[in-house]
């Protein structure tokens, strides 16, 4: 049984999608996506213990054995990624019933359900194969759900931001498209194992270099690195709230993932960070991307906003971390993608509370509430103080780890970067406490009762957050096994 997991990893949630426009019931198409999220996880758990265990599991395709057919792979370097994305949409799961009956046109929520199950599939099989082309395709199956599930939004900005990442996202689709077709045609293969092998004697080839700008450039866009990373907050602010937990924990994470599975274990970090300036570069990205992004949440009028630019900063640690290319670095950098996927999570679910009891979640109509809404506010006091890094959140742990690796390293203006971001974090986290906690109230109708299972959902996150800046075994764990992994080349 252990060796299907790898395939049903991926063709649960895949199966599910078109049976839940199939039997067109919007209950039935929620428990399909539970379902297939719970199958998910469960996969996801049960390879990771066997990974921990045993060491790495191939599986071929319909038999075909790699390099000739697809191959998916499961190791140390990408079950952080698949219990994070699995656990996610449990999350999401649960938090998305009450959220989506209350924001969806009912003739649209089965069609959610449907691109939640291929967006899920899709960021699956991208941490899962091994296959250059292969990923690309689950890229644009994620995507293209992605889109939908953006322009499914309440306001008629959803549109104007769904289309804004479908033109960027195709064109960042399009140069991940190129550089893999430069590979192969340099190589005759697509397996990446063999891309590795074979990439080995090009070095030095301008086409070699070319693939590995249309990868980074694609995937950069698709991070939403700084500067290009103009789709992120529209697509996050503008989606429905639940919609925007999943996709703001998992999707620029796994490109991240990408990057990172090309970079180290196709390419090479010889190549990449070595005769090729891609560390000057991303360190420099990544701290512009901390100050900028920090810097514009800080003049954010709009609770989903605010965390949306927060988000562009938050992904310039990881990049930095990655950038450096050394254990304590790549550590470091999937240690933030757990901790800050899992706290980010938290805010957006806490902001979808606020909109579902308000209608609003503008700062100007959260004064004074901290009081009235003391629970809410306390779950985005306490993710938001994840942000900043304060101990003892997960946000402290990994940003003491990057902090770590950056001072190894001796990258001392980047170090000065995340230190600005921190404070800058501190004080659009503190706007949003001060608007909440020590604003006039003004007169306004009782909030609504809240939903219990979107609370739940919420305080979990939270609750998971603070329990990981106590005791940081388990991603500590997790991050060191998947920088082992790249590092050694697989």
């Not at 990923?135 to 309440?154: D, K, R």
């Not at 693939?211 to 939403?224: N, P, S, Y």
């Not at 925007?244 to 196709?266: D, Q």
């Not at 009762?449 to 764990?477: E, I, R």
């Given at each position: 049984?252990?060796?299907?997991?790898?395939?049903?990893?991926?063709?649960?949630?895949?199966?599910?999608?078109?049976?839940?426009?199939?039997?067109?019931?919007?209950?039935?198409?929620?428990?399909?996506?539970?379902?297939?999220?719970?199958?998910?996880?469960?996969?996801?758990?049960?390879?990771?213990?066997?990974?921990?265990?045993?060491?790495?599991?191939?599986?071929?395709?319909?038999?075909?054995?790699?390099?000739?057919?697809?191959?998916?792979?499961?190791?140390?370097?990408?079950?952080?990624?698949?219990?994070?994305?699995?656990?996610?949409?449990?999350?999401?799961?649960?938090?998305?019933?009450?959220?989506?009956?209350?924001?969806?046109?009912?003739?649209?929520?089965?069609?959610?359900?449907?691109?939640?199950?291929?967006?899920?599939?899709?960021?699956?099989?991208?941490?899962?194969?091994?296959?250059?082309?292969?990923?690309?395709?689950?890229?644009?199956?994620?995507?293209?759900?992605?889109?939908?599930?953006?322009?499914?939004?309440?306001?008629?900005?959803?549109?104007?931001?769904?289309?804004h990442?479908?033109v960027?996202?195709?064109?960042?689709?399009?140069?991940?498209?190129?550089?893999i077709?430069?590979?192969?045609?340099?190589?005759?293969?697509?397996?990446?194992?063999?891309?590795?092998?074979?990439?080995?004697?090009?070095?030095?080839?301008?086409?070699?270099?070319?693939?590995?700008?249309?990868?980074?450039?694609?995937?950069?866009?698709k991070?939403?690195?700084?500067p290009?990373?103009?789709?992120?907050?529209?697509?996050?602010?503008?989606?429905?709230?639940?919609?925007?937990?999943?996709?703001?924990?998992?999707?620029?994470?796994?490109?991240?993932?990408?990057?990172?599975?090309f970079?180290?274990?196709?390419?090479?970090?010889?190549?990449?960070?070595?005769?090729?300036?891609?560390?000057?570069?991303?360190l420099?990205?990544?701290?512009?991307?901390?100050?900028?992004?920090?810097?514009?949440?800080?003049?954010?009028?709009?609770?989903r906003?605010?965390?949306?630019?927060?988000?562009?900063?938050?992904?310039?640690?990881?990049?930095a971390?990655?950038?450096?290319?050394?254990?304590?670095g790549?550590?470091?950098?999937?240690?933030?993608?757990?901790?800050?996927?899992?706290?980010?999570?938290?805010?957006?679910?806490?902001a979808?509370?606020?909109?579902?009891?308000?209608?609003?979640?503008?700062?100007?109509?959260?004064?004074?509430?901290?009081?009235?809404?003391?629970?809410?506010?306390?779950?985005?006091a306490?993710?938001?103080?994840?942000?900043?890094?304060?101990?003892?959140?997960?946000?402290?742990?990994?940003?003491?780890?990057?902090?770590?690796?950056?001072?190894?390293?001796?990258?001392?203006?980047?170090?000065?970067?995340?230190?600005?971001?921190?404070?800058?974090?501190?004080?659009y986290v503190?706007?949003?406490?001060?608007?909440?906690?020590?604003r006039?109230?003004?007169?306004?109708?009782?909030?609504?009762?809240?939903?219990?299972?979107?609370?739940?959902?919420?305080?979990?996150?939270?609750?998971?957050?603070?329990?990981?800046?106590?005791?940081?075994?388990?991603?500590?764990?997790?991050?060191?096994?998947?920088?082992?992994?790249?590092?050694?080349?697989?």
């Amino acid at each position: 049984m252990i060796a299907q997991l790898p395939a049903l990893q991926v063709a649960i949630p895949l199966i599910c999608a078109p049976l839940c426009m199939l039997l067109r019931s919007r209950f039935v198409a929620w428990l399909l996506f539970l379902v297939a999220a719970g199958g998910s996880l469960t996969c996801a758990a049960l390879l990771a213990q066997h990974v921990a265990r045993d060491g790495a599991l191939h599986y071929a395709m319909g038999d075909w054995p790699a390099p000739s057919g697809i191959e998916f792979v499961v190791s140390s370097f990408n079950t952080p990624i698949l219990l994070l994305v699995s656990l996610v949409a449990v999350v999401t799961a649960v938090y998305g019933r009450s959220s989506v009956a209350a924001e969806i046109d009912t003739r649209r929520i089965v069609l959610l359900y449907t691109c939640l199950c291929l967006t899920l599939s899709g960021l699956l099989g991208l941490a899962i194969t091994a296959d250059a082309f292969n990923a690309f395709v689950f890229l644009e199956i994620s995507s293209l759900a992605t889109y939908t599930l953006i322009a499914m939004g309440s306001r008629r900005r959803a549109l104007l931001a769904s289309f804004h990442y479908l033109v960027i996202g195709s064109v960042g689709a399009l140069f991940v498209l190129l550089g893999i077709g430069l590979a192969y045609a340099l190589t005759g293969t697509l397996n990446m194992p063999d891309l590795a092998e074979r990439l080995t004697d090009s070095h030095g080839n301008r086409a070699l270099y070319a693939a590995v700008v249309f990868v980074f450039v694609g995937l950069a866009i698709k991070m939403a690195l700084f500067p290009l990373h103009a789709w992120l907050p529209g697509a996050y602010a503008e989606a429905p709230s639940a919609v925007s937990v999943f996709v703001a924990a998992t999707s620029t994470k796994v490109a991240i993932y990408v990057f990172c599975r090309f970079a180290f274990t196709v390419f090479g970090a010889a190549l990449v960070f070595g005769r090729m300036p891609i560390e000057q570069i991303g360190l420099l990205l990544a701290s512009l991307a901390m100050l900028v992004g920090s810097a514009v949440a800080c003049v954010q009028n709009d609770l989903r906003y605010l965390l949306a630019w927060s988000s562009v900063a938050q992904i310039g640690y990881i990049i930095a971390g990655v950038s450096l290319a050394t254990a304590a670095g790549v550590s470091a950098a999937y240690l933030h993608v757990i901790n800050h996927a899992i706290t980010k999570a938290a805010l957006f679910a806490a902001a979808g509370l606020l909109l579902l009891r308000l209608g609003s979640v503008r700062l100007a109509d959260l004064a004074g509430l901290g009081r009235r809404m003391p629970w809410t506010f306390a779950a985005i006091a306490a993710a938001g103080l994840g942000l900043v890094g304060v101990p003892p959140t997960a946000g402290f742990v990994s940003k003491w780890a990057l902090v770590t690796a950056l001072i190894e390293r001796g990258a001392w203006p980047v170090l000065l970067a995340v230190l600005a971001s921190s404070l800058l974090a501190l004080v659009y986290v503190g706007r949003v406490i001060e608007t909440a906690w020590f604003r006039e109230a003004p007169a306004r109708a009782e909030p609504a009762t809240p939903s219990v299972s979107m609370a739940a959902a919420t305080w979990f996150l939270v609750l998971l957050s603070v329990y990981f800046g106590v005791d940081a075994t388990l991603p500590a764990g997790l991050a060191d096994g998947a920088a082992s992994a790249l590092l050694g080349g697989g």
